[in-house]
């Protein structure tokens, strides 16, 4: 190969690489977009109230409620709960009330300005009464796990709510029994002056003079009273086959522990407000035989009783003193009606609390036009070795023959 020729051959092969270099690689094809992550629900807060007395005599109870509205709000927050598309986080609001009238309000209005959504509460029928016309006023609605007086909810107010039987189906409930179980012939009856107490009371001597036995003594005390050796000497002389006792516990145990110091005989029932372990504790041996009602199931045959009861003394250390099976409940009854409206807005939600249909840890749960609960069972308890024995439990429909609406309380 002479030389002109192997220049040219050089050059060819130079250009060839220089082409070869210069071309571009296809680029590779785009990766998929990945997709935008979704936003996460908006959280907002609801505020729920709790109203009842947190110190005092009665604060055993009042504590008792509070602590099954702060079990219910854990497992709400615990499970996640969205309402209209928003993520919820609940927080409790608690007040003491401490069982008086004039207090509620003031923490009725309290709550109000809190900007809660809903209210459990009061426990005492004398609390509930005055506080249900400022929750009404601002529309918010107001479920009692405990007050039984009827007016509670005959005043029109369509916030009002509770979940338990009413005096006009427990009163005539403990005069039944005590005429036709008991055979008392002869009863005197006490009460505490109290919207509840008084409210009780008159039910239950409506319906025992209708069906023709007599009252041989009606006295009254008060909620503060713990000495009641004059009232009690007084019946004494009068030979009362049983006594009738509309109260709660800080003055029923001292009374029937005062009964067996000046030897009365008589049988000793009572109503929701006594039939506590507090009850048995204050009135020491004389606590055994006293029988009491209490609206709903034993703890034990509710629904939910064990769970609840379960729960309550993990959490708390204690067992369960009376109403706060109802307090969880009513709070529950509160979020269902929030999702059924998509909205935690009183306004929106208040119209689907009247429409409830719920199985709760105490049993279905649903309400009249007035806000009273449907089909309310009612329990007899009898005190048996330092222990509430239940001895039968019914469901009462309206109120017996003869039987009157209680009164408002005595100032």
């Keep these: 190969m002479n030389r002109r020729h192997l220049l040219g051959l050089v050059s ?12 571009e690689t296809p680029p590779p094809p785009p990766a998929p977009k990945a997709e935008a992550p979704k936003p996460a629900p908006e959280t907002v807060t609801v505020r729920i109230g709790s109203a009842s007395p947190l110190t005092g005599p009665q604060a055993h109870i009042g504590v008792d409620i509070r602590n099954g509205i702060q079990l ?27 069982a008086n009238p004039t207090k509620a309000t003031t923490v009725a209005q309290k709550l109000v300005d809190a900007k809660v959504a809903a209210v459990v509460g009061h426990f005492n029928s004398g609390a509930s009464i005055p506080a249900s016309k400022i929750y009404s006023d601002a529309g918010i609605p107001q479920i009692s796990p405990s007050s039984t007086n009827p007016k509670y909810t005959q005043q029109g107010f369509k916030t009002t709510f509770r979940v338990v039987a009413h005096d006009d189906q427990q009163g005539p409930t403990l005069a039944k029994f ?34 023709g036995a007599k009252i041989v003594a009606r006295e009254h005390t008060t909620d503060k009273d713990t000495d009641f050796t004059a009232i009690l000497t007084k019946i004494k002389g009068r030979k009362p086959e049983l006594i009738m006792f509309g109260g709660i516990d800080p003055q029923a145990g001292p009374m029937v522990k005062q009964m067996a110091a000046l030897g009365i005989k008589a049988k000793f029932i009572g109503g929701d407000g ?3 372990p507090n009850f048995i504790k204050l009135a020491g041996n004389a606590a055994e035989g006293v029988m009491a009602s209490m609206p709903g199931l034993p703890k034990e045959q509710m629904p939910g009783g064990k ?55 105490i049993g279905p749960i649903a309400f009249d036009e007035k806000g009273d609960l449907k089909n309310g069972p009612i329990t007899i308890y009898v005190v048996k070795g330092d222990k509430w024995e239940p001895l039968e439990t019914v469901t009462p429909g309206a109120a017996p023959a003869g039987a009157t609406r209680a009164e408002p309380a005595r100032k």
């Excluded at 179980?181 to 209708?210: N, R, W």
């Excluded at 307090?327 to 999702?339: H, L, P, Q, R, T």
């Design 12 to 23: 060819a092969l130079a250009l060839a690489v220089i082409y070869g270099c210069g071309k």
């Design 72 to 98: 219910a709000i854990d497992d709400l927050n615990g499970a996640g709960v969205e309402i209209g598309g928003k993520k919820v986080k609940f927080e409790l609001v608690a007040e003491d009330d401490e």
């Design 178 to 211: 005590a005429i036709e179980k008991l055979k008392a012939k002869t009863i005197a009856v006490i009460d505490d002056s109290t919207a509840y107490g008084q409210g009780l009371a008159d039910a239950f001597e409506a319906t025992v003079k209708a069906a």
């Design 274 to 276: 006594m039939q506590t």
């Design 307 to 361: 769970a609840f009861m379960d729960k309550y003394k993990a959490k708390f250390n204690a067992e369960v003193e009376l109403f706060a099976p109802m307090g969880y409940d009513a709070v529950m009854v509160f979020v269902e009606a929030m999702k059924r409206a998509g909205s935690a807005d009183p306004a929106r939600f208040l119209p689907e609390i009247g429409k409830t249909s719920y199985q709760g840890v």
